[in-house]
Structures are given as structure tokens and as C-alpha cells.
């Protein structure tokens, strides 16, 4: 990227360097929003409907595009298209604001997400550290939203989406630590190098206290996502529509769209923390091949976390406040304070690791999901539904 | 060391207020349009006024003007939810002051519509209870379910919500040909669904956790308060009109009562009132079976006057529905138009608890509450 | 650091401390206070110090300033409305800001503002060197801070249990016991 501009910098000798940097830092990365992470967050909120409604079994969005793909832009066009309502009484300025903030809180995050070996618009060498601070950003878009709207709902909606985020940063972090002690990096792609293509070197897989952090991790990622089961900012049941309940239009899709593109950004770290990130064999010498391969690799990893959150948030009931922060304190947090302590233990007593555990503990979760996919298709034989069609037209 | 901070009018700077919060009349949780008046501190509410009347529609007001067999189509609208139930009621209350005798198929279909009717509506309570809570599917599920015995119920009287299936006498029109048969056919299917919904959210740790010990109503207080139905015996008293003033022909079933026993938290509170309802779908699917096998042959409707005239007097009549005893009081002066009409409705009764038991409550338990409870708004304000 | 990065940075970052203590919205100083953060934090990544950056985002904007935002919304202070009616409370604020800004103007003028070149250490401000000196150097000190932390933790517990039990319908009852509390 560097070299690059650089190049372009010595063919207009009569412009600053520095302006060339600047805008060609802009352009790549407007780039990056308009080429990668909006399509990823539009077509996530088609996937979570289409998902959705294969669980809960409906058909979903299945008009505009083959099985209804491009539902996605149409509704982004409807609702640019929209009336941008502005209701009375809010704090215009800041009200205008919070959808960007949010926005932008998400979208700098990718900053420091590594899509492939070289793929990866900044390695940071305080790479996971950039994220849990820039993400940081949403919470106060959220909360100035959630009291700029002006309504009691909204507040509530907002306070406590900031109060979920501040909490689960703690444990988030605390299943952090464990990796960045076993990488010795904070940088993203040092982290992925410190695991390999195949399970037995992925962290997750490293002793117990690693898989026990990669658990910590998904269900904090998933609060500070604010997804179910910890959707409390916006649970349409109690707070209406929370912090967004006084938002149309556009600015209200903003905020979903932050909310989908974060799920790509959860699945990308539990990926990249956890599970050896875009790790593949070293098939092949021809490094665009690799590339691709890395890429794909990634976001098939990713995404998988994506549709299990998906997954879970069609499948849970919602936590009430006192009992989420329950969870997070008293359990989330001494269990993250363990595993930060056993890992150093580990690392002192074991310096290599462990091979035979590494084994052990694949092929302990290996079972457990056999074990799960096997309850899975014993109720699904055993569900009867979708046999019996309209009853009142069939024969008796 | 003494601080004393005050406003420049006077107000103590560390006095804390509450916050008042307006809960509908157009909020998603409140099952039509309820409103609640909730002073709250933070999460916790002080309180949660019930502020009814948004859906009056003086229903009791058209049956003085109406005439009795013109009242029949309104009845539908005291409970949309179950509206056979309702039916039966006035149909009941009619035949008791003129002295009509039902004949014995017409109790039956009617038994049949009836049981229906209360599947479907404990089907959309135990879902609307998941979707509260936050869990989505449960909903689709069971309303997939009930679209079914709606196409059943459309099959009998021609309507999928607000019937007019029952006449006074007896019901409009004899069941289809091979209606049994694919009432039979439902139930086969319907049966392990039920088990299928007690798998899927019942035993849900989260699910629990929400409504176990939430709201507790004792044996008591539910008496006290004068609840029915589901929400009575959920606190642990076996009471139901079928068995304990029978009608109708609900003495020739075996079926059973169930009642709340507090297996996941305190008897009485809103796992059991759930639950209840999830075991009385059950009752409803066995007393079916058992109409269905039992189905007499004959009339369905006695012989009642187009100008249907009862003796003056006065008649207290007490059903079943879904959401319990609901009573009709009726006083008729011998012409052609009813003198008074009250009913006095299940979600009523709950509704008046909803304030004693929001103190202390949280915000999210509150949506629990109301939908644990299956209030309907218009039963409360007909 | 480029001119070109500085200046627009600089501008913002002034402005907004200005917005701090100019709005009377009591939301928006807070959150113009957050803006002035970040920009202090982009002051630090383009002088190496990448770590204190992230921190500085992580504590302040991220936690205290969300804390801050927190409780102003809670409390819904309304802009017009402030201690500063009374004139006691006046004094005293314009007296203590007197006393500061007579402060910094005294630690100004014995600095140069002229800027010097330095020469980093290509481990100039990685997670590194800190930590080493964190947990090295500087070792007791950092242990005491956090003893303090936990010291002023443990006391906000004990003061945040004394009040609020919602045991009743005692809402006329609590709000004096809460502020005679807050009182002594």
C-alpha cells in the first residue's frame, strides 16, 4: 500500500507527499466500505432473514432476486428513499450525528482486520487492542442517540446498551489475554502466525483455559454486539425499539447496518483469536491462488460465526438487565481471571504445549458435536410438521 | 462533615426522582391497546397503573338495543381470542331464561367448537409468552399450529376469527361431512406438537430464569383478587366451571384439572401460569377425542322463535374460556331486547392484580407479566 | 507529524475542549470532551505511542466519559439550571479557576514552546518497553495505584449499598432517608 503510493507520490513531484498519502488513504479506504463491508452487512441482514425464517419455518424475503438476494438493496434503496424524520422536540445536532458515530465505530474497526497473509489494510502491532478501543465509539453513538431522541424508551434503551458494552468489555478483554500471553503479539496477523492450518494448532484447542476464553469471548462478543440472548438495548418486547425508536429512514437502517456489519467483525476475531485465522496449507507457490484461498478460508470461518449467532438469536429468550449483569460479574469475570492465571501456569509448566492435549481437546470437541448433530436429526425425524399440509383439504 | 447542596430553587441536589414511563396504548408487548403508568426508579418499578378503556366499544350498552338472536354476531368481539366460548355463553344465558333445552348434538358440536377455540387461544398465549420474553420461533411455531384449526373452524362456520357459529338452541350448522375425521386427523398431529413446545421452550434455562419466582401470586391473593381460569389454577386451586359447575355436556368427559405445582420456583408464578396453559391444550385435545367418538346423532338446533321473547327475570350464567370463568349476568323484562347485560371477564380480574404484583418488578418482568396473565385488551374493556 | 494532519487535528481538538466548557447542555460538553479525547489519542499514534493511544480510547473515551455520559442522563440536568445560582458556589468556582489558570499560565512561561527533534528508539512506545517499565521499573508504584483503585472500588460498594431497597410502596419515605444519607 505504501510502496505503492509512494510511486504515485514521485509521478507528481509538485504535490506534497504528505496530500497524496492523505487522499489516497481516503480513496482506498472508501474503497473498502463500498466494495467490502457494506454488501457483507447487506447481504448478512438477508442471510439472518432467510435463516430466521427457515427456523422458525417461514419462507423469508424470496421476491427480488433469485431466492430473494437482492432484497438487500432494495430495502437500503427504500429507505434512502425515505423521509428523514426529524421529530420535534430531539437534539437536532446530536440526534443527525449518532447514526454516524455508530457507523463509523464499526467501519474502523476493519482497519485492522486481516482478510488474508497480505491482505490486511493496516497490521497495527496493537492490532486487537485498535479494536476493543475503536469499537468504543459505538457505544457513545449509541448513547447519544438513545438521549438526543428525547424519549424515555430511547434513554433506556441507550443506558443500557452502554452499560452492557463498558461490562463485557471486561471479560472480552480478560479472553483476550490468554491469546495475546500464548501469540506474545497484539498484532492481528502475529496471531494467526502463531497458529497453524491445521485444528490441533489453533489456540482454541491449546489447553482447556483456551477453549473455556473462546467461550467467554463469543458470549461477550455477542453482548457487546448487543445480539441476543443480550439484545436488552433493543428489545422490541420491553423498550420498543431502544435507542433507535425515534429513527427513520436511513439513519435507522445505519444503525442495523452497523449492528450486521458487527457480527462479520465478531467472526472475524473469535476466527482470528481462536481458530488460526486465514491459515491454510502452503499448496501452492503462487501467491495470488494463496491469497484467494486465505481470503476464502477467513470469511467461511467468519461467517460460520456469524450464522451460529444467528442462529442463537432465533433460538434464545432474552436475559433480563439484573440477571446479564450477573452473569458478567460474578461469573464471567472471576471464571476470565482463571483462565488469564492458567494460561501463564501453563505456558511457565509447558513451554511447547502440549500435543497430546491438543488432541485430546479436538477430539473432545469433535464429540460433543457429533453428539449435538445427533440430537439435532433425532428431533428433526421426530418433528412431524410439514407432513400434514392444509388439513381441511385432505381426504379423511 | 456536613454537605449541604441545594438547587438555586431550593431542591436538594441529591434528591432522586422517579421516572414515569408510558406503556402504550401502542406498545408492542401489551397484547392490544393496554396502557400502564409506570413509576419507575431506574429498572425497578414502584408501580404499574393500569390505564384501561381504550377499547370500549359498549358492547353490553348494543345488547339493550340489539335484540337476543342480533346480539349473537357482538359476542364474538368481547374476546376476539375465543370467540366460541363467548358465543356459547350468551347462547346459554338466553336459553336459560326462555327455557330452552339444546339438543345433544348441538352440545357436542358445541363442546367440539368450544375445545378448539381453546387450543387456538392457548396456542397464541404460550407463543405470545416466548416472543415477550425474546425468544421469536415459539411464536411462528405455534401460530403455524393454529392456522390449522383455523382452517378447521373456517371449514365449520365459515369464519377464521369471529364466528357466529352458535344460535340460541343450539349451533348454526351440523359439523361437515368427514369433519370428525379430520379433527381426529389434527389431533394425531397435534398431540406430539404440544410435547414438541414444552421441548422447545419450556426446559429453556434463560426461559426459566425469566419466569421462575416472577410475580408470584399465592393461593390467596389469587382468590382475593377473584382470578379464573388458568391464572387461578396456576396458583395452585383446583377450580374449573367444566367440573365444578358443569354445563353443557362437559360431564360426560373424563379430563383432568391441571394446576400450577412450582416445579421450577414458587407455586404461582408465571412459569406455572405457562404451563397450565401448555397441559390444559392437552385436556382440550382428550376431551375432543372423546366428543368426536361419542358424537350423538339428531338436531343441532331446537326450535326457538324468530321473535324470541323470555320470560322476564334474571339469569347469572358461568363458562370456561381460555382465560376463565367468565360470567354473564343477564336480566330480561319479557320483550324482545335483553334489559341488562354484564360480563364480568377473566383478563379483567387480572388485570386489576397487574398493580399489587408490579411493585418491585422490573421493567422486563412487567411484559412477562401481562403475557403470563394471556390478557386480552378487549376482554377487559368490551 | 505533518502539518497537513496537525492543523485540521489541532483545530478540532481545541474546538471541542472549548465545547466542554461553553455549552451549557451538560450532554453536549460531555461529549465534546469525548471528541477532544479522540483527537489527543490521534495526537499520540502520530508520535509513536501506539499502546498509550489505545488506552487512552479504551479508558477515558470508552469507559470514564460513557460512565460521565451515564450519569448526566440519568440525572437529566436541564441546561438552565445549575449550582452556579448561587453566588457562594460562584466565587468559589471562579476563584479555584482563577488559581489554575494563573497556574498554567506560570508553568508556560518557563517553557520554550520552540520545537526540539528527537530521536526515538525504533521501540519507542510499543506494548513492549511499557509493560517492561510498568512491571519492571516502576513495579511498587503501579502495584499501590491499583490497591488505591480497589481500595476506592470496595467504598463505592459499601456507599452504593446503604440506600435503595424497593421493599414497599415507601417511595415518599425514601427519597429523604436517601439524601439525609448523602448528608452526613
Known amino acids: 500500500m505504501r510502496a505503492y503510493l509512494d510511486a504515485i507520490a514521485a509521478g507528481y513531484p509538485t504535490v506534497s507527499p504528505a496530500l497524496v498519502y492523505l487522499i489516497g488513504m481516503l480513496a482506498f479506504g472508501a474503497l473498502v466500505v463500498f466494495v467490502f463491508i457494506l454488501p457483507v452487512a447487506g447481504i448478512t441482514s438477508w442471510v439472518e432473514r432467510r435463516v430466521w425464517a427457515r427456523i422458525q419455518s417461514r419462507i423469508g424475503p424470496n421476491r427480488v432476486g433469485p431466492g430473494g438476494f437482492l432484497q438487500w438493496l432494495a430495502d437500503g434503496l427504500k429507505n434512502l428513499l425515505k423521509e428523514d424524520v426529524i421529530p420535534a422536540a430531539v437534539d437536532v445536532p446530536l440526534f443527525r450525528i449518532a447514526p454516524y458515530v455508530v457507523v463509523a465505530g464499526f467501519v474502523a474497526a476493519f482497519v485492522a482486520l486481516p482478510f488474508a497473509g497480505s491482505l490486511i489494510i493496516a497490521d497495527l502491532n496493537i492490532g486487537i487492542l485498535y479494536i476493543s478501543a475503536i469499537t468504543s465509539l459505538v457505544v457513545i ?83 457487546e454486539g448487543n445480539r441476543t440472548p443480550f439484545d436488552l438495548p433493543e428489545a422490541d418486547s420491553e423498550l420498543v425499539a431502544g435507542f433507535a425508536t425515534e429513527y427513520s429512514g436511513m439513519r435507522s437502517l445505519l444503525f442495523f447496518l452497523a449492528e450486521w456489519g458487527n457480527l462479520y467483525v465478531i467472526g472475524v476475531l473469535v476466527s482470528t483469536l481462536f481458530m488460526g485465522g486465514w491459515q491454510v496449507p502452503h499448496f501452492t507457490d503462487n501467491g495470488v491462488v494463496l491469497a484467494v484461498a486465505q481470503f476464502a478460508t477467513m470469511f467461511v470461518k467468519a461467517y460460520f460465526w456469524v450464522f451460529v449467532a444467528m442462529w442463537v438469536r432465533a433460538t434464545l429468550p432474552r436475559v433480563r438487565v439484573d440477571q446479564f449483569m450477573t452473569l458478567c460479574w460474578k461469573y464471567m469475570v472471576p471464571i476470565g481471571l482463571v483462565n488469564v492465571v492458567g494460561t501463564a501456569t501453563m505456558m511457565v509448566v509447558l513451554p511447547q504445549g502440549s500435543i497430546v492435549l491438543r488432541w485430546i481437546m479436538v477430539a473432545m470437541t469433535a464429540a460433543i458435536l457429533v453428539q449435538f448433530a445427533r440430537r439435532v436429526f433425532f428431533h428433526l425425524r421426530r418433528a412431524n410438521y410439514g407432513r400434514l399440509g392444509r388439513i381441511s383439504e385432505g381426504a379423511a | 462533615m456536613s454537605l449541604e447542596l441545594e438547587f438555586a430553587d431550593g431542591r436538594d441536589v441529591f434528591a432522586t426522582e422517579d421516572m414515569v414511563l408510558n406503556m402504550g396504548p401502542q406498545h408492542p408487548s401489551t397484547h392490544g391497546v393496554l396502557r400502564f403508568i409506570i413509576r419507575a426508579d431506574g429498572e425497578v418499578m414502584r408501580s404499574a397503573k393500569a390505564d384501561v378503556g381504550y377499547l370500549h366499544r359498549s358492547i353490553e350498552k348494543i345488547a339493550e338495543k340489539v335484540g337476543w338472536h342480533g346480539f349473537m354476531p357482538y359476542t364474538d368481539r368481547v374476546d376476539y381470542v375465543a370467540a366460541m366460548t363467548t358465543n356459547q355463553a350468551w347462547a346459554m344465558a338466553a336459553e336459560v331464561l326462555g327455557g330452552v333445552t339444546v339438543p345433544r348434538r348441538g352440545e357436542y358440536c358445541r363442546v367440539i367448537a368450544a375445545e378448539l377455540g381453546r387450543i387456538c387461544s392457548h396456542l397464541l398465549a404460550a407463543g405470545a409468552m416466548g416472543m415477550d420474553i425474546g425468544a421469536i420461533t415459539p411464536f411462528t411455531h405455534a401460530v403455524r399450529e393454529r392456522e390449522l384449526i383455523n382452517d378447521l373452524l373456517e371449514e365449520l362456520c365459515g369464519a377464521r376469527l369471529t364466528f357466529n357459529y352458535m344460535r340460541i338452541g343450539g349451533v348454526a350448522w351440523d359439523l361437515p361431512p368427514g369433519f370428525g375425521a379430520k379433527v381426529l386427523r389434527f389431533l394425531d398431529h397435534f398431540e406430539p406438537y404440544v410435547d414438541e413446545l414444552d421441548d422447545l421452550l419450556s426446559g429453556n434455562k434463560i426461559y426459566i430464569e425469566r419466569l421462575a419466582n416472577v410475580a408470584v401470586v399465592s393461593r390467596e391473593r389469587a382468590i382475593a383478587y377473584n382470578l379464573v381460569g388458568p391464572n387461578l389454577r396456576a396458583s395452585g386451586v383446583k377450580y374449573d366451571i367444566r367440573k365444578h359447575l358443569p354445563y353443557s355436556v362437559y360431564p360426560e368427559f373424563d379430563f383432568e384439572v391441571p394446576i400450577g405445582e412450582g416445579r421450577h420456583g414458587s407455586v404461582g408464578d408465571c412459569w406455572d401460569r405457562y404451563i397450565v396453559r401448555l397441559h390444559e391444550m392437552r385436556q382440550s385435545a382428550r376431551i375432543l377425542r372423546q ?92 | 507529524m505533518s502539518p497537513l494532519a496537525f ?31 479522540f483527537c489527543l489519542a490521534v495526537f499520540y499514534v502520530f508520535l509513536q505511542a501506539h499502546l498509550v493511544a489505545a488506552l487512552q480510547i479504551i479508558v477515558y473515551a470508552g469507559a470514564v466519559m460513557v460512565l460521565f455520559l451515564f450519569v448526566i442522563t440519568l440525572l437529566n440536568l436541564e441546561s438552565d439550571r445549575g449550582l452556579g445560582e448561587k453566588p457562594v458556589l460562584s466565587a468559589i468556582g471562579f476563584g479555584a479557576g482563577a488559581i489554575v489558570a494563573g497556574g498554567l499560565i506560570a508553568a508556560l512561561s518557563r517553557t520554550s514552546l520552540g520545537a526540539r527533534a528527537v530521536t526515538l528508539v525504533p521501540t519507542f512506545g510499543t506494548t513492549k518497553v511499557l509493560a517492561r517499565q510498568l512491571f519492571g521499573d516502576y513495579l511498587v508504584a503501579f502495584e499501590l495505584t491499583s490497591m488505591l483503585l480497589l481500595v476506592a472500588v470496595v467504598g463505592a460498594v459499601v456507599l452504593a449499598k446503604r440506600d435503595g431497597s424497593y421493599e414497599g410502596d415507601e417511595q415518599e419515605a425514601a427519597v429523604p432517608a436517601r439524601s439525609e444519607e448523602a448528608s452526613h
Open chain 2, 291 to 382: 366428543a368426536i367418538d361419542g358424537l350423538p346423532e339428531g338436531p343441532v338446533i331446537a326450535k326457538v322463535p324468530r321473535n324470541y321473547k323470555p320470560a322476564a327475570g334474571e339469569v347469572h350464567v358461568h363458562v370456561e374460556t381460555p382465560r376463565g370463568d367468565q360470567s354473564w349476568y343477564v336480566v330480561a323484562d319479557g320483550t324482545e331486547y335483553p334489559y341488562r347485560v354484564h360480563i364480568r371477564t377473566g383478563s379483567f380480574a387480572a388485570m386489576a392484580m397487574i398493580e399489587e404484583l408490579s411493585r418491585g418488578l422490573m421493567i422486563a418482568d412487567l411484559v412477562a407479566l401481562i403475557a403470563s396473565f394471556d390478557i386480552v385488551a378487549p376482554e377487559v374493556d368490551r
Open chain 3, 7 to 37: 492543523y485540521p487535528l489541532a483545530f478540532v481538538c481545541i474546538a471541542s475542549a472549548m465545547g466542554v466548557v461553553l455549552s451549557r447542555n451538560p450532554v453536549r460538553s460531555a461529549l465534546s470532551l469525548v471528541a477532544s479525547l
Open chain 1, 141 to 223: 453513538g449509541i448513547l447519544m442517540a438513545g438521549w438526543s431522541s428525547n424519549n424515555k424508551w430511547s434513554m433506556l434503551g441507550g443506558i443500557r446498551s452502554a452499560t452492557q458494552i463498558i461490562c463485557y468489555e471486561i471479560p472480552v478483554g480478560l479472553s483476550i489475554f490468554p491469546v495475546v500471553l500464548l501469540s506474545g503479539t497484539l498484532s492481528m496477523q502475529g496471531i494467526i502466525s502463531a497458529q497453524g492450518w491445521a485444528p490441533t494448532s489453533w489456540h482454541m484447542f491449546h489447553s482447556p483455559f483456551l477453549f473455556v476464553s473462546f467461550l467467554l469471548f463469543f458470549v461477550g462478543a455477542l453482548a
